[in-house]
Structure formats: C-alpha cells, structure tokens
C-alpha cells in the first residue's frame, strides 16, 4: 500500500511538470494586508477564504487548534507580528467557528490518550516538572465567542503589536460558511 507522502509527491511530480502552480503564483505580501488566525479544522480549507472573499495572496493564514492565542509568545502571536512588521499587513482578523472540537476539550482527556498508547507517566511528570500545565495546556476553552474575543484581547494588549492595529473576531459557520461579527475593531 503507497504512502501518504508518496501519494502526494506523485501528485506534486505531475503538478510541477504540467505548471499547475501557475495559476497560484502571487507576491509573498497580502493583498488586503490582513493576518487571519483561524482553526487548523478540515472543514476550513477552502470554506473559509471562499467565504470572506479570499484568494491566494489576499492574506496571511495562520492556523492552529481552535484560533487560539494562548500566551504572549506562542507562535500564533509570532506570526502575526510577523506579518504585521515585516510582510505589510495591516489588521488581523481572529476566525473561530461553531463546533469546535477545541470547545470544552479537557486536557486530561488527552493525557489519558496519550497514557493508553504508551506515553509513559515519567515521562508526562518529567514535562510538569520542567514547568508545563499539560493538562491546561492540552486544554480547549469553553465558548467560542469568548475564546475569539480572548484571542482578539491577548494580541490587542500585546506590547509588541504596531499602534493602530486593528483586530476584529469572527465566528465562522463550518456547514454555510456563514459569519458572524464577534468583535469589529473601531
């Protein structure tokens, strides 16, 4: 049975010799000078551009589990200063979306996981030791709104963010693609 990977440069063999690419090409600098932080879920990846209005090179899209911003220095925050200070954006738009499986995920859920397939407890105690929460850290967020309005907040306070910057919240509907206004930045 072939690979995933193999699959994929098999795919990506044919792709670069018929100049499938060409149709992407696009300067490494958003068009509409926007950063767009958004959940790393199947159901968004074409949904979500499709549904704002996005093409390839409109915007910098990071993703990761549940749009979520979760201390000053983790790589979310990274790449939007980023691409605020270095790549010409110029606002940031935090997207998360109904049925999350982030929502009321708890951290020892996943630990117990990880214990049944051989992630040993010294090795768990080892990581706590060492000053991680994994339990907090492995942890989702009770509401959606309120994990994108606490998103919006931790970059919005950040010491590091250009003065002026605006950063707007929406919640995106994974079926319809519909979206709602959680934040609109003035």
């Known amino acids: ?16 010799e018929e100049k499938a690419y060409e149709v ?7 068009e509409k000078k926007i950063v767009v932080l958004t959940c790393m879920d ?9 549904a704002m209005g996005l093409k390839n090179g409109d915007a910098k899209v990071l993703k990761n589990a549940g749009a979520m911003v979760i201390s000053p220095f983790d790589s979310a925050i990274q790449g939007i200063l980023v ?21 009321g995920l708890e951290g020892s859920a996943t630990l117990e996981k990880m214990k049944e ?24 967020f009770e509401s959606v709104p309120d994990n994108v309005q606490n998103s919006v907040n931790m970059i919005k306070q950040h010491p590091l963010l250009p003065e002026g910057t605006k950063v707007h919240g929406l919640i995106i509907d994974p079926g319809t693609g519909k979206l709602d206004l959680v934040v609109e930045d003035q």
Request: overall charge negative; charged content about 20%.
């Open 1 to 16: 049975m072939m690979s995933v990977v193999s699959e994929i440069l098999d795919h990506n063999h044919k792709f670069v």
């Open 24 to 30: 992407y090409q696009t300067s490494k600098f958003p």
């Open 42 to 50: 199947t159901r968004l990846t074409e949904l979500l551009p499709n």
């Open 83 to 103: 691409g605020l200070w270095q790549l010409g954006a110029e606002e940031v738009v935090v997207v998360g979306h109904h049925d999350c499986g982030m929502a």
């Open 117 to 140: 397939n051989g992630i040993s407890d010294d090795m768990l105690s080892a990581l706590s030791d060492g000053g991680v929460n994994l339990e907090k850290w492995l942890s989702g």
